[in-house]
């Protein structure tokens, strides 16, 4: 299996369980489901036997609804303003391309601009992410859903994550 980590900080963003496509050569579209995760104890699982003469008291079940790749990789929903995108996109790409060999970092540098003018242009569809960490310097990865308004993909910029096999 490989996961998916964001270069910066280092927080799971990905594995290569889900569908994943790469477009012109910048970023990753991985497909998710909608899915509802539910945790229930059964009490029998942990050596509970109830009598007959006591009160039973039952254990408490959990769920939690959402995008089964923000859920498996704990992904934390963050929010912005159109301006503030910009400010952190602008300085998440100067610390990204830092990190990038020259002629990578020449290529990022030429086709990006188009990639970001097309996300400011959708803007208001979309859902961002961060890792786990919440670290405000690293990546922010965007939600979006397909044609069909129920098959949600994330955005996640190519460079932005590095792979590591498990």
């Known amino acids: 299996m490989i996961i998916y980590k964001d270069r910066l900080t280092g927080d799971e963003i990905f594995s290569d369980s889900y569908k994943q496509k790469v477009v012109d050569d910048l970023y ?20 509970a036997n109830p009598s007959a003469e006591e009160e039973v008291e039952a254990s408490a079940a959990s769920s ?13 929903e963050t929010s912005f303003s159109k301006k503030d995108y910009q400010t952190h996109i602008k ?21 990006m601009p188009e990639v970001i003018k ?3 242009g959708r803007f208001k569809e979309y859902e961002f ?3 786990e960490s919440m670290d405000p310097e690293g990546l922010v ?19 932005a994550v590095v792979e590591e096999k498990f």
């Not at 990865?141 to 460079?159: A, Q």
């Open 28 to 47: 990753y579209e991985v497909e998710g489901k909608l899915t509802t995760e539910t945790s229930n104890v059964d009490d029998a699982a942990i050596g």
């Open 64 to 76: 939690v609804s959402g995008v089964n790749i923000v859920l498996a990789h704990r992904l934390k």
């Open 129 to 131: 992410f961060t890792g």
């Open 118 to 120: 097309k996300i400011m």
């Open 91 to 111: 300085a998440f790409m100067k610390k990204l391309v830092e990190k990038l060999d020259p002629e990578r970092a020449a290529c990022v540098k030429s086709k």
């Open 141 to 159: 990865v965007l939600l979006d859903y397909r044609e069909d308004g129920r098959t949600p993909f994330l955005i996640v910029f190519k460079d």
